[in-house]
């Protein structure tokens, strides 16, 4: 039983037009920056949001249709909200078996069920809890015990883990990915973090102002981007040109040489990491040398990354003795230089 | 330096009004106790009439809040979270028993629900049932007078909810309905416990609505308040007494409610 | 109608502290000004047409009325409510204010009033005399013992020798009259003064026993009056034959 999914949503000048297909076992998830229509795609999925056209199809049964509409408490779905919505109110194992209670399973019943969740989850021992005094990483986990008690055949993801601290996020991201490596129904997983996308999904669907502008298997999402927000998300430079045999032409100016000839209009991208920074044009082995401008300079953990102005702009990692030994400053007048081969090219 | 030193302290520009207003409140009452003849207070405490007068008004302002919470909970949910047009509008409809005199609510709901009022008449003629000089019309009267508390209490916590534990419910497959009851209700509690405080206060303390629509009847109709008005006409000891007795419950009774529900993180 | 919710209004405003305001002291002295009028909530109508004819024949005097159970108003003037002048609806009330010296004048009678059956109008519970009242399934209205409709009202039938069987003790005679005129009640005793004002929602029936309690109206200035000679211009118009006339047909017995 595949979902399938024609979003079409116009709010205000908003338009969300998305077909989205999910395969049973499948973990997809929906990558964009804030206000590209991540939330009202998922809200739509869930019911708490009537599509304007297109439709909403899981096997045989129509979830939403311009005939029907299947409203959010008859759908077989499972939600983790951003942060959480725990019920203040109900310890954690009533929250987890709020849903089957409310699907008509009963009392003792439900928590049973709820209490296996827990144990599942890790939090046996805070069946009791209420959600106030639980921890962020503990919350996280009752809400997902929560959504999925009730065994849903569409699991929606939104943001789980942006609540979260960064060391704990680490550990509940990898708990996460087991307990979806074991769900075998269909997961949407929203998320504007690359990694959580990239560690989590089967499949990645970069939306941008409302429309799917990418979509593959993250290994290949992140080798060949296509547009400035994926590069940016993967860390790449990345340019449009128009390649005649080794050499390109960049759309913004400038020119590139690659490895191997190929003809008409490609994508060029290499890593920060493979720019290297001289004070002098370089010479030797083949390779792209052009003068540029420190435009801006930021400390990351192990490497410095160097903004660049120049035909083109690109970005360079250079470690902290490189920085150190060129005593970089904003307006600086360099030479950046690219082995050929470090550069990948694909068609558009 | 003093700047630093105010910053700890109530500012003056607070505090003296503050305590203005805690004295304009309380020194009437305590004019109240000052007055007091407290020999005769335990004789009137044990008085018969007196009794079945605070017992008749205990009653009466409870089954009034009860009706209140019956009809004021919907109604809040209704102006708050429905999508009702001319809702502005009918909230401010609701807070009229707050500034039409007592007396004239009472005249109001006697030309409706009075025995050839526009219901009354009927539920006189098909099912027997006159409110007016009944015990039934004492809570009747004191629900209409102080329903708006619980209504704006209860609307004003529904409204600074969070719709999204709603959706949250429906998600999880619950109805509107038990959304309502496991979710909503219990995350507005405190609201409706200080509406339901308020309005079972102003049903306690309800005069002239219900002396105008219910009447007055020793054991029927006659509460504190009426038991109150009429000692004053002839013998104002008895009066003040009788007052005391019933500020004594009421504070007693809301007191304990404070402690038990109203404090606390909410 | 109107009048007598209003009326029963404003008895409760004016025992909640809420007093007309003060004339203002810088009328005393002259022959017109201000005059205040402490008067029983039965006189209403007639006193506010007393009022105004008063001011018709006083040009500049402006005569303020508060009207209020006489126990209120004798309870208020004794706590220095400013008023000029106090017409009580018994002599019992106006003791209490000569007792304390608000008011030195020797009171005038200058009306008196008995009770009167009242019955909305077509009279739907058929009550013609007193025993009706004693009648269960008779919706009965009367006013309170403890104020003196109530106490002329108990005499009344002590001397007919008739238990009545009340459904409600109003707290003063103008809320009976309200109960009547919208029909909530079969009959109540009233005084024929309010029958008279209630115009023809209310048909008044009289009978023998009211003889028994009769009511007397006192009216004296106030001692402390602000505007002394004002004070003593109105309750001499009262008494002229101008104002018997007016109280005369507001149904009152005139001594």
Request: charged share 15%; aromatic share 6%.
């Amino acid at each position: 039983m595949t979902l399938r999914a024609e979003l079409r949503v116009t709010r205000g000048n908003f338009t969300l037009d998305l077909d989205l297909t999910i395969a049973p076992g499948e973990v997809v998830a929906l990558l964009g920056p804030n206000g590209a229509g991540k939330s009202t795609a998922l809200r739509a999925l869930a019911g708490l949001l009537p599509l304007t056209s297109g439709r909403i199809t899981a096997g045989e049964s129509t979830w939403d249709s311009p005939e029907s509409f299947v409203p959010p408490e008859k759908r077989p779905i499972g939600v983790v909200f951003q942060d959480y919505l725990l019920f203040a109110h109900l310890s954690a194992l009533e929250n987890v078996a709020f849903g089957l209670r409310a699907r008509g399973t009963r009392r003792a019943e439900a928590r049973a069920e709820a209490a296996r969740w827990l144990d599942r989850v890790g939090l046996a021992g805070h069946a009791r809890a209420r959600p106030r005094s639980l921890s962020g990483g503990q919350a996280q986990r009752v809400a997902l015990a929560r959504a999925l008690a009730t065994g849903p055949s569409l699991l929606l993801l939104d943001e789980p883990l942006a609540a979260l601290d960064a060391s704990t996020r680490l550990q509940v991201r990898s708990e996460l990915g087991r307990h979806l490596a074991d769900f075998g129904g269909h997961t949407l997983l929203v998320t504007h973090d690359p990694l959580d996308a990239m560690v989590l999904a089967d499949r990645l669907v970069i939306l941008e102002d409302g429309r799917a502008v990418q979509q593959g298997p993250p290994a290949v999402v992140a080798r060949q981007p296509r547009t400035d927000y994926v590069a940016n998300l993967v860390g790449l430079n990345f340019y449009r040109g128009t390649a005649s045999g080794t050499a390109v032409d960049l759309d913004g100016g400038g020119s590139l040489t690659i490895p191997a000839p190929v003809d008409g209009p490609v994508h060029v991208v290499f890593p920060p990491t493979a720019v290297s920074l001289h004070p002098r044009r370089p010479t030797g082995s083949p390779r792209n040398a052009w003068p540029v401008t420190v435009a801006a300079i930021e400390q990351h953990a192990h490497t410095t990354r160097v903004r660049l102005d120049g035909v083109p702009a690109v970005l360079a990692d250079i470690t902290t003795a490189t920085l150190a030994e060129l005593r970089l400053r904003p307006g600086d007048e360099l030479w950046a230089a690219v082995k050929a081969t470090e550069t990948h090219t694909y068609p558009i | 330096m003093t700047r630093h030193r105010a910053r700890g302290r109530l500012p003056v520009v607070l505090a003296l009004p503050a305590f203005i207003g805690l004295a304009f409140l309380l020194v009437p009452l305590a004019g109240l106790l000052v007055r007091a003849p407290w020999g005769s207070l335990a004789g009137q405490l044990f008085n018969a009439e007196v009794g079945q007068a605070l017992r008749l008004s205990l009653i009466c302002a409870s089954l009034a809040t009860v009706l209140c919470l019956l009809l004021g909970i919907p109604l809040a949910w209704l102006l708050a979270r429905s999508g009702l047009p001319g809702r502005g509008f009918l909230r401010a409809l609701v807070t009229v028993p707050l500034v039409l005199p007592p007396v004239v609510g009472g005249v109001a709901l006697l030309l409706v629900l009075g025995r050839r009022g526009l219901i009354g008449q009927h539920l006189d003629a098909w099912f027997g049932i006159s409110l007016p000089f009944t015990t039934a019309g004492v809570v009747v009267a004191e629900a209409f007078v102080a329903m708006p508390f619980l209504v704006i209490s209860v609307e004003g916590a529904l409204r600074a909810a969070d719709p999204r534990f709603e959706e949250a419910a429906a998600t999880l497959g619950a109805s509107r309905w038990l959304t309502f009851r496991r979710v909503t209700l219990p995350s507005v509690l405190p609201g409706v416990v200080a509406g339901g405080v308020l309005c079972w206060a102003r049903a306690l303390g309800e005069f002239g609505a219900t002396i105008t629509f219910a009447g007055n009847f020793p054991g029927e109709t006659t509460t504190m308040p009426l038991a109150v008005y009429l000692a004053l006409e002839t013998d104002p000891d008895a009066a003040i007494v009788l007052s005391i007795v019933l500020l004594l419950v009421s504070v007693g009774v809301l007191a304990g409610l404070r402690d038990r529900w109203i404090s606390g993180p909410t | 109608m109107r009048a007598s919710v209003l009326a029963t209004a404003g008895a409760v405003l004016v025992l909640a502290g809420c007093g007309p305001a003060a004339p203002s002291t810088s009328d005393s002295g002259k022959a017109g000004g201000g005059v205040t009028v402490f008067a029983a909530a039965s006189l209403t109508e007639a006193f506010a047409r007393l009022g105004e004819d008063f001011e018709a024949a006083n040009p500049g005097t402006e005569v303020k009325f508060n009207f209020a159970a006489s126990s209120a108003l004798a309870q208020q003037l004794n706590q220095g409510a400013p008023a000029d002048v106090f017409a009580s609806a018994a002599p019992a009330n106006m003791k209490q204010v000569t007792d304390t010296g608000a008011i030195t004048d020797t009171p005038t009678t200058f009306v008196r009033n008995k009770l009167a059956i009242a019955v909305p109008k077509g009279n739907p519970g058929k009550i013609t005399a007193l025993a009706d009242f004693a009648v269960a399934d008779r919706k009965i209205a009367l006013c309170a013992e403890q104020v003196p409709c109530g106490a002329a009202s108990r005499k009344v039938f002590d001397a007919a020798k008739v238990t009545p069987a009340p459904d409600t003790l109003e707290q003063d005679v103008k809320a009976v009259l309200t109960k009547v005129a919208l029909g909530e009640v079969d009959g109540a005793l009233v005084y024929r003064t309010d029958v008279r004002a209630a115009g023809e929602k209310v048909e008044g029936i009289d009978f023998a026993e009211a003889d028994q309690a009769v009511n007397d109206y006192p009216i004296a200035p106030v001692a402390k009056a602000r505007n002394a000679a004002a004070a003593k211009a109105f309750v001499a118009f009262v008494l002229s034959a101008r104002g018997r006339s007016v109280l005369g047909q507001a149904g009152f017995v005139l001594p």
